[in-house]
């Protein structure tokens, strides 16, 4: 894509200039620009531009703010809130039942509770896991040798 074109994408996006001055700004006609509108190369730009300057300015800002509402005092914002996560990381379609929404919730918690139980016995037991991985590693060392002898 030209770069009359693709300032076009983003003066449009901006969304505070007229078509008439956008093609001015680009020096081309409003009918130009009108038909660059309509072509499908055109258009996927826009999308990709809009979701690139969504994606940089607002994500992070988004995100946070779905984990602050993980924490609101209404159950329906909570469990509104746990199914956008889910479904922006791809473990939830636009077809669940509010049923099986709250299952994967409910899963989803749980799996979040037990991993941070694993970590918080991991981190208390740290000494007592190393001996364990040593043990084994000794072992599985011995059978290997045994089998290498043999």
Do not use: C
């Amino acid at each position: 894509m030209d770069h009359r074109r693709q300032k076009a994408v983003m003066l449009l996006f901006e969304d505070e200039l007229t078509d008439e001055e956008i093609a001015k700004s680009v020096q081309r006609s409003r009918f130009t620009l009108n038909n660059w509108k309509h072509d499908e190369l055109f258009r996927a730009a826009q999308k990709q531009y809009q979701s690139l300057v969504v994606k940089i300015d607002y994500q992070s800002k988004a995100v946070k703010k779905l984990k602050e509402l993980l924490d609101a005092k209404s159950e329906m914002v909570q469990l509104q809130s746990a199914t956008t996560i889910l479904k922006m990381a791809g473990m939830l379609s636009d077809n669940d039942t509010p049923e099986l929404t709250q299952a994967k919730v409910r899963k989803a918690n749980a799996d979040a509770r037990v991993a941070e139980a694993r970590a918080k016995a991991l981190e208390d037991n740290g000494a007592d896991v190393e001996v364990l991985i040593d043990k084994m590693l000794t072992t599985i060392e011995h059978k290997d040798s045994e089998e290498n002898a043999n």
